[in-house]
């Protein structure tokens, strides 16, 4: 059980180091205003802490004495399966990490600066006031694998954070993992990025695509990973990332047709590489409920979002944005994911990267006869844009008639 919404938000956070605990009550003194923090210096005392007042997010030094942190996560995975889960680790603490890796949401590295250990924080707080639905919630909760960012991505966060970041050491961070490094190769060599020469390597990747494209796409290659590809009738791996991709690329072209800047263009193929991964989700965890999702739509000739709300009460594109936000990816991208098929429930009013994964994924899809029903534009939140007449000139301009797209 959560606490209450009126509450303030609660964290509790496990290190046997009182020094450490010092520190990181120094760090969060400025948001006492706001979060109610408590600290525990053991995993019994913290167990004993949750059974009396449940947290919303519980972070935990993964190397400890008597129960590690990582089998306390384990731990607070089944007894309190809606809390946050974030481990805080040392560089060698790779052993620890692999035990609770499919039940903990974040990794933070240890020692960590004032403003990342808030930033974090905040991001898994915020979470909550994003997706509000508690059938989702649940539906997340009890998901057998939770989806985890991959090492790769881990470091090439921290060496992105370096104000001198250097593509030859981002290049040799990936080669570091030759399937990753085999993916990422063979997706920026596709007619995905239409480059005029052949890449060999990923450093030679990261100097022509950008050091954040190739953080994201390493990010894609690890989400779309052929070991986690689920037995369901009806559902294609491959099928799904060659949807994802084109929907990036062309939700990319978009933007900049309209003259959006390099950011926009960056979420914009970010989020339409990553808008479908609650489907992958829902399939890897629950194939059951994925296949009476798939047999609904077909013999109704439902949307399948729609299918999904009717079968488990939400969809999705919730799923997916709800993960990405416990993942601690920016709120942007996490907004885009989950409004890319009802955007005028979001805030936004101007054009942005939820207006071009939107109409990207309604066109990709209207070229692949596999879509039975076709997907919907939201026409009044483009009329509210005043986009309406842009779609035909995207469709004319991106688009060929068959499946696929011009360049």
Known sequence: MRPSVSAKPRILIVDDESAVLASLQRMLQPHSADWEVRFSANAAEALASMATQPVDVVLADLRMPGMSGAQLLIEVAQRYPDTVRIAFSEPTDQELVLKCVNTTHQFLAKPCDAGTLGAALGRALNVDKLVC???????????????????????????????????????QTIARDPAMTAKLLKLVNSAFFGLNRKVSSPADAALLLGLETIRMLVLWAHVFSADSSPPVPGFSL???????MSVGRLARDIVAMERGNAKMRETAMTAGLLHDLGKLVIAVNYPD????????????NLAFDVAERQIFGTDHAEVGAYLLGLWGLPLELVEVVGFHHRPSLCASETFSALTAVHVADVLQRE????????????????????????????RNELMVSGPGMKR
Do not use: C
């Open 367 to 394: 070229s692949e006869p596999l879509h039975a029903v076709p997907a919907e534009l939201d026409e009044d939140y483009l009329a509210t844009l005043q986009l309406s007449g842009r779609v035909a000139e995207w």
């Open 133 to 171: 639905n508690d059938q989702l919630k649940s539906l997340v909760a009890q998901l057998r694998t939770i989806p985890s960012l991959p090492d790769v991505f881990h470091e090439l966060q921290r060496q992105l954070a370096l104000p001198d970041a250097s593509v030859e050491l981002v290049g």
């Open 238 to 244: 491959d099928t799904l990332s060659v949807h994802s």
């Open 289 to 300: 409920l994925m296949t009476e999702t798939i047999a609904l739509a077909q013999r109704d």
